[in-house]
């Protein structure tokens, strides 16, 4: 009874992550414990994409106290209920992870997760050469 309740959602969270890590799934914790080290295996720009993407929810979700399955990615990120200090959480964690300096309009008023995800990739320290001339157009 008491693991439907959305008190403990991240305690279940906590302990399925830590599960999967235990269970040998490298890869999904990686981007877990560290989006960069994730970001620096990265292939190509559609590969980075989707793993700041990923990370982006994931942080959202889990600030948010929202389920990945209850997330609409399509939707304009203030969907979600992102108030300005839960986005100077997300930017202070995007700084962090990705070293991408944003502000908090383009947080709030982005178009979507993957629209978001663009941004931090145009503007990301983190990403490998390689894929910065390949990757963003070079518009802002």
Same mark, same amino acid.
């Given at each position: 009874?008491?693991?439907?309740?959305?008190?403990?959602?991240?305690?279940?969270?906590? *302990?399925?992550?830590? *599960?999967?890590?235990?269970?040998?799934?490298?890869? +999904?914790? &990686?981007?877990?414990?560290?989006?960069? #080290?994730?970001?620096?295996?990265?292939?190509?720009?559609?590969?980075?994409? +989707?793993?700041?993407?990923?990370?982006?929810?994931?942080?959202?979700?889990?600030?948010?106290?929202?389920? @990945?399955?209850?997330?609409?990615?399509? #939707?304009?990120?203030?969907?979600?209920? @992102?108030?300005?200090?839960?986005?100077?959480?997300?930017?202070?964690?995007?700084?962090?992870?990705?070293?991408? /300096? &944003?502000?908090?309009?383009?947080? @709030?008023?982005?178009?979507?997760?993957?629209?978001?995800?663009?941004?931090?990739?145009? #503007?990301?320290?983190?990403?490998?050469?390689?894929?910065?001339?390949?990757?963003?157009? /070079?518009?802002?």
């Amino acid at each position: 009874m008491l693991f439907r309740s959305p008190r403990f959602s991240q305690l279940i969270r906590a *302990a399925a992550v830590s *599960a999967s890590s235990k269970s040998g799934d490298q890869s +999904d914790a &990686l981007s877990l414990e560290s989006p960069a #080290k994730a970001l620096q295996q990265a292939q190509d720009p559609t590969q980075a994409h +989707d793993i700041i993407a990923q990370a982006l929810l994931k942080k959202l979700c889990s600030l948010l106290m929202l389920s @990945l399955e209850d997330v609409d990615v399509s #939707k304009p990120i203030s969907a979600f209920g @992102l108030d300005s200090l839960v986005a100077i959480e997300v930017r202070h964690w995007i700084s962090r992870e990705f070293d991408a /300096g &944003l502000q908090l309009l383009e947080i @709030l008023a982005s178009d979507s997760v993957s629209g978001l995800a663009g941004t931090i990739m145009h #503007k990301s320290g983190a990403l490998p050469e390689g894929l910065k001339s390949s990757g963003a157009n /070079g518009t802002s």
